[in-house]
């Protein structure tokens, strides 16, 4: 049976940390979507 | 409260200007269940690739990738599958919660596309000894991940609201002719070396091999887990997002012409 259990861990990083990469840039995207609210709101009373 | 009601966020905030959502606290309470499926699915999935299911004899340990390869793409064409039928809904009615929709399949379809070819690229270098080369099955994926791509850019250039969302409904529909084409290109070409694990393989391809009943059970759930878990929840995220992105412009434009 061939070694490729280095393959396996890099193939399962890539995997996972595209997945999290993907759903810190939409926690991301709502934080700043509650930045923006929080600026508007406030320009709004001024 | 679900989904639908979700997805119905940017007509309220369009129609009424609203800065809130019109789903409320059981939506938002079902969404976090959701997401914690999906996180507990993925373990699932990841206990039975390293532990369940078998090890491949010829392979060796890299085969274990197939269980995430397949299921990404399987959950990629759910995604894109949703696009289309967003796309005809929003022509049909031109309601922009069904644009909302379309926009959160391409988006998460196009993310699980890319594990797809990266998993693919990565089992690739120890079976086949490379990283890439142009076999159908490989161009055809590719040119699905550019298409989607394209439609990200592509719709992100156009500033009228209403062209946006047509142009992008067809374009989301017609795009989803990539992902029959790379569905079905190892079954119908004779020249591919990639292998057709469930079906007959071309006499050429290299790398398949024979799916023992775990095996089968491990790519089962993993292929639920992605299609009808993951999926949706990030959908449904990106379409919470949406929403309030929606509303945010429209507190904008209100404050404007004020």
Known sequence: MPETTNFLILGLTVSLGTLGLYVFSLYWRFINVRRDRATLASLIEE | MSIVNEIGGVDAAISASGVQSRSGGVGLRILQVLTILSVLGLGLVLYMALAFAGTDAEQGNVQRIFYFHVASFSGAAVAFLTTVFAGIAYLRTRRAKWDSLALAGVEVGTMLSIITLATGSIWARPIWNTWWTWDPRLTSAAIMVLTYLAY?????GIENPDKRRAFASVYGIFAFATVVFTFVIIRIRPDTIHPTVIGPS??????GFEMAA??????GVASIVFCCVLVPTLMWWRIRLENQQESIRQMREASLSA
Not at chain 2, 202 to 207: L, P
């Open chain 2, 152 to 156: 990200l850019m592509l719709r992100s």
């Open chain 2, 202 to 207: 071309a006499t050429n391809a290299q790398g």
């Open chain 2, 214 to 219: 775990n095996m089968g059970a491990t790519l």
